[in-house]
């Protein structure tokens, strides 16, 4: 067995300003990472901005992260950071600023190209990243993995354990303040982690037992939502508990199929990351029920299995797309040797992928 995370996770309303002492410690500047509004909305600017300033650590905004961050953002905010002489990053946001922390955090220390990047071609350590998550989804706050869209418009990861932030502190109040559909898309990514993972061949036993929970944590949120129960504090607390559990599984096992195969509908028809995971989640757990009965029974031990894929149909916004032939042909060349093929039970091919493509998007 290898587990290993490096990240301190706090969580509970009002850790940010509870945590000056562990910031301190990080050094006397900071940049601070945003997307373009929501951080301010939902309150987490301010006890970062607030909290720094008790400490007078002196810090700069970079609030020019788009969704699915690019490269140039990234490059730009590395350059930023080294001018700075940033001594940390905190990062604040939704998966994508937090990504995009993590690429600035190596940019900053290191001046290289995209392909470096991409390859984990550098020398010098990256700067210490805080991950503060106001979505409750990709748990980038306890993952060593960054997805940035690439200059030629592919969303692409790297993976260093460097670059686990150091710090994550978890402040579900700040998820108070997603729209709805942005509550539904990003908890579907949260427990597609877990599904994925869960399913993985790589997966060992503390990841399983992590996945199940979060399994089990959105199931539960899921059912009450269906019955029309507002989301509460409480649901949203457990919904960023079940993002993080998601987070330390793939954190171990990288993710499945229903990642490889939604990226190209977010690339091509902005179809939102945990929409576009949804698409193939249902497919995933048939798949598994097939090819990994033993540990597929474990886990439906105590959870409905066609329960639950009714719940991922009825709480997935639509991703309402039309993908005509000349799009299936250009992405094939994708599943062909694609990293998921030899993490899944039984046998799987590029073909099988492309079925499953043509199936589950109509
Ligand atoms: P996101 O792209 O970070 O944010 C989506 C939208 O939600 C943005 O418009 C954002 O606004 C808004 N938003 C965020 N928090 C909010 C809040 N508290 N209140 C109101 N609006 C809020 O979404 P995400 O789903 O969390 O992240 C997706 C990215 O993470 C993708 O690029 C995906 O590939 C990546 N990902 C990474 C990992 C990993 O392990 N590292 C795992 C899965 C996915 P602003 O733009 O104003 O902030
Ligand atoms: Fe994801």
Redesign the pocket.
């Known amino acids: 067995m290898n587990f290993f995370l490096p990240t301190q996770i706090i969580t509970g309303k009002g850790c940010v300003k509870a945590s000056a002492d562990k910031i301190a410690a990080l050094g006397k500047k900071c940049l601070i990472v945003?997307?373009?509004?929501?951080?301010k909305?939902?309150g987490?600017l301010e006890d970062v901005i607030s909290t720094l300033e008790s400490k007078n650590i002196q810090y700069y905004i970079y609030d020019k992260?788009?969704?699915?961050?690019t490269i140039k953002s990234c490059i730009d905010g590395g350059m930023l950071a080294r001018h700075f002489s940033a001594d940390f990053i905190i990062g604040i946001?939704?998966?994508?600023?937090?990504?995009a922390s993590?690429a600035i955090a190596v940019l900053a220390a290191n001046e290289i190209t995209e392909n470096d990047l991409y390859s984990m071609n550098w020398k010098n350590e990256p700067l210490k990243v805080i991950a503060i998550?106001?979505?409750a989804?990709?748990?980038?706050e306890v993952?060593q993995?960054?997805?940035i869209?690439a200059s030629d418009g592919r969303?692409k990861?790297f993976r260093a354990n460097s670059v686990f932030p150091v710090l994550c502190l978890g402040d579900a109040s700040?998820?108070?303040?997603?729209?709805d559909s942005?509550t539904r898309?990003?908890a579907i990514?949260a427990l597609s982690?877990c599904i994925e993972s869960y399913f993985c061949k790589t997966s060992n036993d503390i990841s399983r037992t992590v996945a199940k929970r979060g399994i089990e944590i959105i199931y539960n949120v899921f059912r009450g939502i269906v019955k029309g129960k507002k989301i509460d504090f409480e649901m949203r607390e457990n919904l960023y508990l079940a993002s993080l559990y998601g987070?330390i599984s793939?954190s171990v096992t990288g993710?499945a199929f229903p990642?490889a195969l939604g990226?190209f509908l977010?690339e091509k028809y902005s179809v939102?990351?945990?929409t576009a995971c949804a698409v193939y989640l249902p497919e995933f757990i048939r798949y598994n029920e097939k090819n990994a009965e033993c540990i597929y029974r474990e886990l439906f031990e105590d959870i409905d299995d066609e329960e639950l894929i009714g719940l991922i149909k009825a709480i997935a916004p639509k991703a309402d797309v039309k993908v005509n032939e000349d799009v299936f042909k250009e992405v094939y060349p994708r599943w062909i040797n694609n990293s998921c093929l030899s993490k899944m039970y039984g046998d799987i091919t590029a073909d099988s992928l492309d079925k499953i493509v043509r199936k589950c998007v109509k």
């Open positions: 945003t997307g373009k509004s929501s951080a909305k939902c987490a992260i788009e969704q699915n961050p946001g939704g998966g994508s600023p937090l990504d993590k998550g106001t979505t989804g990709t748990g980038s993952t993995v960054a997805v869209t969303k990861s700040y998820t108070e303040f997603m729209p942005v898309s990003t990514d982690h987070g793939i993710t990642h990226y977010t939102p990351h945990g």
